[in-house]
């Protein structure tokens, strides 16, 4: 059963820890996703990866860093720099970068 | 900055009447995608459009991109309690796809 998963579903957090969240796909794609989902805002992208050992920033990567060590799997750490971190984390990957996006079903991170 | 402005933002119906969400850029796109997320749920892709005024039909949901490739809409016919959702468009540019703000759509059976 090809997909991608996203753990935990739930996460709860202090203030001044460093979280990491999980993005893992079987689908072969090479091109994967971090996007922050706050209400009335839409999707917002944080970093993005082609390759394997290789990441872009997105619009929003203040605060959070990620790693490709793995095809498939692309881990976003949300750090205490991260000013308001409570939000829903969608991963996504594609298999060209220019093609539709097939999404987790995210993570919802809240930082007491 | 890059936008792809989403209007409206919220919209209420009554079920069997028809919804309307719209797109727009100030800046041409390759193509517009379509996505669909359920409450509680993640975003799913619906449809893309890569032609100048080209028009797709699922169902009930009619897709159309600008002849400018500035703008789209989507359009349900007569909604359902199915229907109900936020609906994002994403917009191609420049190799980077930029999402609407969404429409999110409640319908009263």
């Known amino acids: 059963d090809g997909g991608i998963t996203q753990s935990p579903k739930y996460l709860f957090r202090k203030e001044g820890q460093n979280v990491t969240l999980s993005c893992e796909q079987n689908?072969?794609?090479?091109?994967m996703y971090w996007y922050r989902q706050d209400p009335g805002q839409g999707l917002r992208l944080i970093y993005y990866?082609?390759?394997?050992?290789?990441?872009q920033k997105g619009d929003i990567a203040e605060g959070y860093s990620v790693s490709r060590e793995k095809k498939e799997s692309f881990p976003l750490t949300v750090t205490s720099a991260q000013k308001n971190p409570t939000a829903f984390y969608l991963c996504?990957?594609?298999?060209?970068?220019?093609?539709?996006?097939?999404f987790g079903p995210g993570t919802r991170l809240t930082v007491l | 900055g890059q936008q792809v402005m989403q209007i409206p933002q919220y919209q209420h119906v009554q079920e069997g009447e028809d919804f309307t969400t719209y797109c727009n850029s100030s800046?041409?796109?390759?193509?517009i995608q379509w996505y669909k997320q359920r409450p509680g749920g993640h975003p799913v892709f619906l449809i893309q459009?890569?032609?100048?005024?080209e028009v797709k039909k699922q169902k009930r949901l009619t897709f159309q991109f600008g002849e400018a490739k500035k703008n789209s809409s989507l359009h349900i016919t007569a909604t359902q309690t199915t229907d109900v959702g936020t609906y994002f468009c994403?917009?191609?540019?420049?190799?980077?796809?930029?999402f609407g703000q969404g429409t999110e759509l409640s319908v009263k059976p």
């Open positions: 996504a990957s594609t298999p060209d970068r220019v093609d539709t996006q097939y």
């Open positions: 800046t041409t796109l390759s193509n």
């Open positions: 689908l072969n794609h090479d091109a």
């Open positions: 994403a917009g191609l540019r420049g190799g980077k796809l930029i």
């Open positions: 990866s082609q390759i394997v050992n290789d990441f």
């Open positions: 459009l890569v032609k100048s005024g």
